[in-house]
Structures are given as C-alpha cells and as structure tokens.
C-alpha cells in the first residue's frame, strides 16, 4: 500500500513536470524575438495631422457638400458660405469704378480742351508783344491779352491735379473690387490636403464669425507614430533613421518608415503608452513617419489611433530581424 502512494506521488511530480516544462516551451514561443544591437523599439498608435477648415469672415453657411468619414482630395469644394450681400457690394463697386473710369476719360478731354486754350492765348500774346512794340494796342489791351493766357495755363494745371484725382479714385475702386471678388473666393471653402472627414462642425444655415470652424480633416498623406524613448537610445537617433512599423491588426507586416523628429527635451510619457514602467520616466518623444506613396494605396483602411510598436535603428549597421523583414504589399490583399 505504500509503495502504490509513493508511485502516485512520483507519477504526479513527473506529470507536473512534465506540464511545467512544455508550459514554459509555450511562453517562450509567444515572447517577441530579442532585437539586434543597435535596434530599439517603443509602442505608440497611428495618428494623422489634423486639418481645421475655417472661415475667413463672419457669414451664413450655404452648403457643406461632404459628410463625417469622407475621403476628400485636394481642391475638392466641401462648402459654401452664403454670398448674396457680397454679390450686392461686388455689383455696387463695380458701378462706381465704371464711373470714376469715365470721370478719367472726361479728366482727359478737360486737359485737352485747355491745352488748346493754352496755345490761343500764347499766339494771342505774341501777336500783341508785336502790336504793343508798334503802339498799335494800348496796354489795358495787352495786359488782358497776357492774363488770358494766366488763366489758361492756370486752368491746365487744375485739369492735370483733377486727373490725377480721378486716376487715384481708379484705383481705389478697382482695389474695393478686388477685395470683394477675393471674399467670394473664399466663401468657397476647398480641401487643402487629401485626407477623411473627422468632425463636421457646423450644417447648412449656420451663422459662423470670421475664423469658425466648419470641418476637421485628417491629412492621410501625413501619417505617423509617436513613441518614446530613453536618453540613452533617443541621442543615438539620427533624423532619418530607418524605422519598421508592425500593427497589432496586421503583425505579420512590418511597414517601411523613418524617423522625422526627435524631441530635444525629454518628457514624462503620456498616459496613453501602455507600459507602466515607462510612463515613470522620462522620455524623448520620436516621431516615425509612414511614406505618403506607401500609405496612398491603403487609404481606404487607414485608421487613426491603431496600436502598434515602431522599431527604429539607432545604428546603420545593424541587421533587421526576419520578423520586420516582410513589408505591406504595395496592392492590399482583398477582404474576406
């Protein structure tokens, strides 16, 4: 009877040893592959730039053509500011630049009209200089025949200022009529960038001031992971260091990168690194950048705030791990 015990207890140690041995084969297996030298990583999730699209002046909203989630392209129209009081000041700057330009044209016939005043009284005047040296007019005469002459000189001169007058009125109006025609191009609100709808901030019939916002767009050519890392591998990080990138979603790919910016203070990490330990430290931020020709083919599933881990190569030297090596294809593979 006690030999049956003992051999109980020994069947269970080996059994237990047996389950402890392959259950610490299996932890193994699920670890990460231990980085090269030279090779540092941090976790971060996918972020883009964020684009406000505002108002440049203060106004009633027409249209806004595009809803939350699109995908828009540079230059497309994505809505309109009511232009019906713009439309009245173009048309009434335009009436009054119409008639200051012929005010030119009237300024014009008026300075040529005492131009040829000007030339009868100077032969006038010498055909009195020669009378009065003959004692053929007498000089009350002659003094009127002289002033005549003053006077149209003098009024040449005023029809030249009133020119000038009327010319700088032309441009005084053709500037109020630029201005106007500039304020209903921008009552046309365009995409700067190509990217998705993430807020629509305001809808038809809203009344905005100057610098409201109506849309938020995220630039999707300008996509990016921020990480953090520790001094002593942030001031071994060139700008330009090549980067991998492996989302949680898809860890079979490693997605081509590079280091855009380094943090030249470091940084208690923010709350939303998932570590623990790292958010005690101080940090230097990094930022790696996705290329904009390898993400344009993905922009249909491109989605901000994905977590993933950015590897970076803090030496040139150093050799990527068979992991980090299979890149996206350039042609994403079909849904299920």
């Given at each position: 009877m006690k030999m049956l015990k003992t051999i109980r207890w020994i069947a269970f140690l080996a059994a237990l040893s047996v389950t402890g041995y392959f259950g610490w084969q299996f932890y193994l297996s699920q670890q990460p592959e231990p980085l090269p030298e030279g090779i540092v990583s941090g976790n971060g999730r996918i972020e883009a730039v964020q684009v406000d699209i505002s108002t440049k002046f203060a106004g009633r909203i027409e249209e806004v053509s595009v809803r939350e989630g699109d995908l828009v392209q540079p230059g497309q129209v994505i809505a309109r500011m009511d232009t019906s009081e713009l439309?009245?000041?173009?048309?009434?700057?335009?009436?009054?630049?119409?008639?200051?330009?012929?005010?030119?044209?009237?300024?014009?016939?008026?300075?040529?009209?005492?131009?040829?005043?000007?030339?009868?009284?100077k032969k006038q005047v010498s055909r009195a200089e020669k009378l009065i040296s003959n004692n053929a007019m007498s000089e009350a005469e002659y003094d009127t025949t002289v002033n005549t002459l003053a006077v149209a000189q003098a009024n040449l001169g005023a029809t030249k200022a009133a020119l000038r007058t009327q010319q700088f009125a032309v441009k005084a109006a053709e500037a109020q009529v630029k201005q106007i025609e500039t304020q209903l191009d921008d009552a046309v609100l365009y995409s700067p960038v190509q990217g998705r709808v993430l807020y629509r901030l305001a809808e038809t019939g809203e009344v905005l001031s100057a610098g409201g916002k109506v849309l938020t767009i995220l630039d999707l050519t300008d996509i990016y992971m921020e990480i953090y890392l520790p001094a002593d591998a942030a001031v071994r990080t060139p700008i330009?260091?090549?980067?991998?990138?492996?989302?949680?979603?898809?860890?079979?790919?490693?997605?081509?990168?590079?280091?855009?910016?380094?943090?030249?203070?470091?940084?208690?990490?923010?709350?939303?690194?998932?570590?623990?330990?790292?958010?005690d430290k101080l940090m230097f931020r990094v930022k790696v950048q996705l290329p904009p020709e390898r993400v344009k083919p993905y922009l249909e599933r491109i989605k901000t705030g994905i977590r993933g881990v950015a590897y970076v190569k803090v030496n040139s030297e150093a050799e990527w791990p068979d992991f980090l090596g299979r890149p996206f294809p350039e042609v994403p593979p079909e849904t299920p």
């Amino acid at each position: 009877m006690k030999m049956l015990k003992t051999i109980r207890w020994i069947a269970f140690l080996a059994a237990l040893s047996v389950t402890g041995y392959f259950g610490w084969q299996f932890y193994l297996s699920q670890q990460p592959e231990p980085l090269p030298e030279g090779i540092v990583s941090g976790n971060g999730r996918i972020e883009a730039v964020q684009v406000d699209i505002s108002t440049k002046f203060a106004g009633r909203i027409e249209e806004v053509s595009v809803r939350e989630g699109d995908l828009v392209q540079p230059g497309q129209v994505i809505a309109r500011m009511d232009t019906s009081e713009l439309d009245a000041s173009l048309a009434q700057s335009q009436a009054r630049l119409a008639e200051v330009e012929q005010s030119v044209d009237q300024a014009l016939a008026n300075i040529a009209k005492s131009e040829s005043d000007v030339d009868l009284a100077k032969k006038q005047v010498s055909r009195a200089e020669k009378l009065i040296s003959n004692n053929a007019m007498s000089e009350a005469e002659y003094d009127t025949t002289v002033n005549t002459l003053a006077v149209a000189q003098a009024n040449l001169g005023a029809t030249k200022a009133a020119l000038r007058t009327q010319q700088f009125a032309v441009k005084a109006a053709e500037a109020q009529v630029k201005q106007i025609e500039t304020q209903l191009d921008d009552a046309v609100l365009y995409s700067p960038v190509q990217g998705r709808v993430l807020y629509r901030l305001a809808e038809t019939g809203e009344v905005l001031s100057a610098g409201g916002k109506v849309l938020t767009i995220l630039d999707l050519t300008d996509i990016y992971m921020e990480i953090y890392l520790p001094a002593d591998a942030a001031v071994r990080t060139p700008i330009g260091a090549e980067a991998r990138v492996v989302f949680d979603v898809a860890p079979e790919y490693a997605a081509r990168a590079k280091v855009t910016f380094v943090s030249p203070e470091a940084q208690f990490t923010p709350k939303q690194v998932e570590t623990l330990d790292e958010r005690d430290k101080l940090m230097f931020r990094v930022k790696v950048q996705l290329p904009p020709e390898r993400v344009k083919p993905y922009l249909e599933r491109i989605k901000t705030g994905i977590r993933g881990v950015a590897y970076v190569k803090v030496n040139s030297e150093a050799e990527w791990p068979d992991f980090l090596g299979r890149p996206f294809p350039e042609v994403p593979p079909e849904t299920p």
